[in-house]
């Protein structure tokens, strides 16, 4: 497919650094990709601190929503200030929606546990109806997985049956993906020095509200008197957020190894700051990862990148299931289901420890090489290049809808 | 009155709706339900609208009404369905009493087609309506029976933008009460040896069956664009659909008919290689159809409604040992191509579904391969199988013991005012 000649932009709330994680490596991944296919891409975001290569530039958000014409290729992640929406949108500027990952079924459960119901429901309605409008009015919407189509699907119902619908028809699966690059292997030990030469198994991220440490936790007191060497390392020892109450979930875990008498024994908090560039260390020497979800809406929906690092690292992983890409890798054979209770998770752990994990291992590296950012992002460079993708003029975008969102 | 330890626990199967000897669908489900109930020694109330049928030993069929519910003890199994009465779910929510609920088929997903057709009004309440009905369901029910995970999606999404910060809890836990339970493929014997169906024209040729109604929902038109292909190329396939006419009493789906026979005879394939059963076929009269074709057919238009569909003609089909060629995904059809049972070619192409069907007509061999895995997957998808969860839950000693929060009269206000 030809790209197309004019700009094509990508706006996103975010400031880009030299090392980018999560969306910020998302967006850097989908520039790259676009630009080796002949786009020229602006990334309007908030700020840029990254070398950007040549093909790729730097406008602060507010000055790339005011360039933007119609016609040209627009790429926008769902958690843009309602302001910009709204420039974008009243012009009637068609645009495709990257919704890899739809945050209101993550706030879902938080809303109301963490602020007034007056408030809870004031975000709430916002945060919905803003989703709901961008996936109306979008032509295109990139998701991770079917699951938050539908969910989507549910959320634009009340507003437009139609748009509802058809939102199979507009949607395309583009999840994250992995680095194009090998992980590098000859890394020092990075965990602390009394789990030299113990099985360690690593939560490779934080701990969000939507998740369930606790069985894990048990399971490792269960390993614990059984003499299993077994330790669970929780990667980052807290949350590092700027709203201190999402290191809530952390603390919770904290108090609960501690009250049960793991801690320090058979599971650790880091007591390092990992940076991105530490993960790689961390990854090449745990015996595997391990992962496990709470039966929510929320987890049926994620697509959890912390599992993306071990198929990088080519590392197996003992989880819960309950979530697309766990599901997927235990179908691929690089995954294994822990089980629903301690017991069985400690049985689980036990069982890989005594078995020979190379066979998954080798599978989570097959599955890696198909889940890198130039393979997963393949669609959407088609997508963006098809020569009528962004043609005419988007649908109508009333104001009320705007003061709906503003307001909520 | 609490019932004793030793007792077998009492079911209520609150379904509304008829049953008769010849069943279908919704119907088909019921009784397997109430089957299996009274199979495992309960004591089955089988609570219908009207029926023409003689229970089996263990079951009682009783009238819906709301003096039933005065019938209920403590701790007997209710499993209710979401589309009876108001009136009477009205009256079930308010009183104390735990209920799984068989949410199998969300039809809120069909409705999304029908709604650009009707007033703006009308349009409006079925939508809210449907909506405080599910949530309020949802949120009373301890246990929900689903088909497939996109609808529990679907029903998340729903509940999300409620004014009521509680609904967004309960869309976030909404997994946890859900177990799959989608609708079964029969177990008895295919019966065989039925004399040929089909108009004595098409004898001999390979027929590719649309084993049910025209809703508005399917893609008929990539269906007819593929038979149009198959005539030009001279193809011996020829499609029938089982109902020429509207086989519901409700006027609303005359039209997908009426369009689909209008449109096979504006494309020239009429009569030729496409035919509308001009007799009412009973469900009595399907194992023929079945038995004599080489094939179904489906076709989806890439929807929410395909999507959260759980196509029970294709259960048919596995129960007959034949194979589906579909045109687009629905859940049902993607299981029956991963079980190499079917050929699932992409939405809106005539040319590939096209190529299927001929590919299968001319192939005998791999038609009957194909034939072979559908009725294996027909035996892995039987009723015992997919009801499992449900007819677990009824001996369950911890289920039927939590009950929700009863909704308010606001709650009723709101639903009759469709606000």
Redesign the interface.
Known sequence: MNPPTRTTWILAPSRLGEIALGPDQRIVAQAEALRTTGHRVVLGVMDCERKLPEGISFLPLAEAVEKIRPGDPVLVQPGLRVRFLWKLLRRRIPLHVDFFNVI??ES??N???HYS?RV??RM??SM??RE?VLAQYARRIYVSN?????????????IS??R??????RCMEVPMGIPNHPMPTELDFPYPAELEGRPVFLWGGGIWS?MDPRPLLRAFRILQDRGSPAALFFIAGRNHSTNADENRPMEEARAFADSIGVSGRSVFFNGRRATPSDLPAYLVHCRAGILYN????????SWRTRLLDLLWAGKPALVSG?DPLSDHMKMAGSAMEAGDSPERIADSVEGMLAGDTTAMESNARALGRSMTWSKVLEPLVDSMSEPNAFHGLGDRFSLSNYWRIHLA | MERSMNEARPVWLLFGGNIGPMRLGPAQRTWEIALRAAREGHPVHLVLDSWDVEPPAGIDIERLHSGVLDKIRHGDAVIVSPYIRGRILWRLMRRPIPFHLDFYCVT??E???M??DWPRRE?WIQ?FRR?VRYATLLERAETVYLSN?????????????S????Q??L??????KVQEAPMGCREETFPTGAENPYPTSIHGRPVFLWGGGIWRWFDIETLLQAFVQLQAKGSPAVLFFLAGSNPTKESVHDGPVRAAIGRARELGVLGKSVHFNQRAAGPSQLPAYLEHCAAGVMAN????????SWRTRLLDLAWAGRPVVTSG?DPLSGIFSRFDAGILTT?GDPGALAEAIDGLASAQDRRRELGENAALLGRKMSWSRTLAPLVEGLSSEGAFRKTGAPPSFYWLLRYAVGR
């Open positions: 209101s079924s879902l459960d809303f109301p546990r119901p809870a429901r709430g309605r919905c109806f709901a079917a699951g938050q189509m539908s969910f989507l699907a549910g959320l634009v119902a009340p049956a139609s509802a619908s058809d939102l199979p028809a939507w709470a039966p929510t809406l929320e987890s049926r929906q309950r | 809120a997903a409705i999304l087609e709604l650009p349009r939508r909506r995970a996109h609808q529990t999606a679907f029903l998340g999404g729903l509940l999300f933008p004014p009521d910060p509680s967004a809890t869309a976030a836990r909404l997994p946890s238009p890439a929807s929410m409604e395909a999507l959260c995904y939405v």
